[in-house]
């Protein structure tokens, strides 16, 4: 049994925190709306009246904030919790923010510091079957791979700091280009006469083969667990993928990496969210590209 401090309780550290305690650890946690504090509480956690009382005597205090500006201010802000953090204690970050931050965070700290953001969405927190891309040192990973465990079913160390979020940025930039290139090629298929059955039977058994196409697919039929079959209720939601997007293009500007079909990507999600449709699931991109088809 380990003590925990976890700041952070929404839709995703809401869930975790919870596995935790399921796991049997000791869970201190911390969120600025009172809801999750008390849902907190009533899970069997220990509702703290701070971020920094929530990181005070814990063994690992981790973080789950929407974006860097959250992170940096939480960790090395006025009355931080790197600071109030014990000596010894072990750092997780599993917010998605940008690689620069989680570096800066990391070397501020004063502690072994983790970033280590999670794919595997809502259900998969709930569930503890999500999958952690983590950079830091190692001593830290090791001492920190039970905790985690317990939140997620695959742990990757990735490398040292911000390797975690350098990984994530790349994945989800290669899952966003990957799902576009499928739905317009059930556009393209639409027009030509071809069934979409008879393009997911070719496809997922030739080249064109990929997870956006085989498990996510963006038409309903092929795949009857995918978003498509549900009017494209999330899953992940554009919102979400654009935000990613947004990183990898920042990571890839500040590296001097040449990202072209990266930044369409991010264009295009960003025209869907203008049609209001963040909440939607990312393949209802689909329906978009649709729209912009002539005749
Ligand atoms: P969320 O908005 O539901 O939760 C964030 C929580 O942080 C909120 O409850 C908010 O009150 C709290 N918070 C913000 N500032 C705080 C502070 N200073 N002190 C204490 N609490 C504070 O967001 P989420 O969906 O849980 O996502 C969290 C992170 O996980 C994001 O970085 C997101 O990109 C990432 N992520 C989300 C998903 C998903 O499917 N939702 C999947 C993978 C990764």
């Given at each position: ?94 917010s ?35 999958t952690?891309?983590v ?7 090791a ?5 985690l ?20 940025a ?14 317009e ?45 549900r ?5 992940f ?6 935000k ?34 963040g ?11 649709r ?5």
């Open positions: 049994m380990a003590r925990i401090g976890f700041v952070g309780l929404g839709n995703m550290g809401g869930p975790m925190a919870r596995n935790l305690l399921k796991a049997g650890h000791q869970v201190m946690g911390f969120d600025l709306v009172p809801e999750a504090l008390a849902a907190l509480a009533a899970a069997g956690g220990i509702a703290a009246a701070s971020a920094a009382e929530a990181a005070s005597g814990a063994e690992f205090v981790i973080t789950m904030l929407p974006a860097g500006r959250h992170v940096r201010e939480a960790w090395l802000g006025t009355g931080g919790m790197a600071a109030a953090s014990a000596p010894g204690a072990v750092l997780i970050d599993c998605t923010i940008d690689v620069a931050t989680a570096r800066e965070v990391a070397a501020g700290a004063g502690h072994p510091m983790l970033d280590a953001p999670v794919s595997g969405g809502t259900m998969g927190a709930e569930a503890g079957t999500l952690f891309m950079g830091g040192p190692d001593e830290a990973y001492a920190a791979t039970p905790i465990s317990a939140m997620g079913r695959t742990l990757v160390h990735c490398g040292g700091a911000g390797a975690g979020q350098a990984a994530k790349c994945n989800n930039m290669m899952l966003a280009a990957n799902m576009i290139i499928t739905a090629a059930f556009v393209l298929a639409e027009k030509l006469g071809l069934t979409h059955q008879a393009l997911f039977d070719v496809a997922s058994k030739s080249s064109g083969q990929s997870w956006a196409l085989t498990t996510y697919c963006p038409v309903p039929g092929p795949v009857p667990s995918s978003p498509a079959n009017d494209y209720k999330p899953g939601a554009a919102a979400l993928m654009a990613d997007l947004g990183l990898a293009q920042e990571a890839a500007a500040t590296a001097g990496a040449v990202t072209p079909l990266g930044a369409e990507a991010l264009a295009l999600y960003r025209r869907f969210l203008e049609d209001g449709k909440d939607a699931d990312f393949s209802g991109i689909i329906q978009m590209l729209g912009m088809a002539k005749g």
